[in-house]
């Protein structure tokens, strides 16, 4: 390839705050194709869940010159583990789900995920890539604000893992060299991490099993639907300390403790 032209190395201020979270790969071959992927469009942080076979020579031999990102690479043993801290959390899948999810493209999802970065400083973005054979669960992928599809060919949809993540991270590269802006005006509070969602939605399923409501229905669908809302919604911090104030006040009055409180008008 000619060296007339060279493109700007990422951003490492943006980078650092990127991670491609590999959930239990079986073919440590993979773990060094994808670090190679990262290397090439100047990115890294690999955060490993539960691998099956790491570390392992196989996973270096394949890196090539990106031996340092399968060195350095984060191992975790759960999925909680690699996304809590994230602000936007993106899990690939290619099957469809009974209760709809907001979709992304590689190339609207390296939009968003970009847009999410020149928030702040504390905003994260985790792409989440399943294992080889089966994927993301459907509890993982409820952990994820968003999921993603590779809008490959119908007739074999059928993507290696490390070619899944070199898709992602070369859209994510593109966004970036693209200049794209975020959203005007900036958000007046930081986002949620996904930490912070799960505590809310664990507060929220209280809530709504003291309520009764869930008598005559199937609480999973329930539970399922007032997630997507709330992932929808996209709460800022403030909102979700707002929201589980009103919950903490409400299972007082529910428990009978503040009955006196009930009389007033405010």
Request: one cysteine or more.
């Amino acid at each position: 390839m000619s060296d007339e032209f060279q493109s700007p190395p990422f951003d490492p201020a943006l980078r650092a705050r990127l991670r491609f979270v590999l959930v239990e790969p079986s073919h440590p071959g993979n773990i060094g194709a994808a670090a190679r992927a990262l290397k090439n469009m100047g990115l890294g942080n690999l955060v490993l869940v539960n691998p099956q076979r790491f570390p392992d020579p196989e996973a270096r031999f394949r890196a090539a010159s990106a031996v340092e990102l399968v060195d350095g690479a984060t191992v975790v043993s759960s999925l909680a583990e690699a996304i809590d801290d994230a602000t936007l959390v993106i899990g690939t899948s290619a099957r469809s789900r009974r209760v709809p999810w907001p979709m992304v493209t590689a190339r609207s999802g390296a939009t968003l995920a970009h847009e999410e970065l020149q928030t702040g400083e504390g905003a994260a973005v985790a792409f989440v890539f399943g294992r080889e054979a089966s994927g993301l669960t459907n509890d993982e992928l409820a952990r994820c604000q968003h999921h993603m599809m590779v809008e490959t060919d119908p007739a074999y949809p059928s993507l290696n893992l490390s070619m899944a993540v070199q898709l992602v991270a070369y859209e994510l590269r593109m966004a970036w060299l693209e200049g794209v802006r975020p959203p005007e005006p900036p958000w007046d509070r930081p986002w949620a991490s996904a930490e912070a969602l799960e505590h809310f939605m664990g507060h929220l399923d209280r809530m709504v099993d003291h309520s009764g409501f869930l008598a005559d229905r199937e609480p999973g669908q329930v539970r399922l639907r007032l997630r997507r809302l709330f992932f929808r919604t996209r709460l800022d911090q403030v909102e979700v300390n707002i929201l589980r104030g009103v919950f903490t006040g409400l299972e007082r009055v529910l428990a009978g403790g503040d009955k006196g409180r009930r009389g007033k008008s405010s």
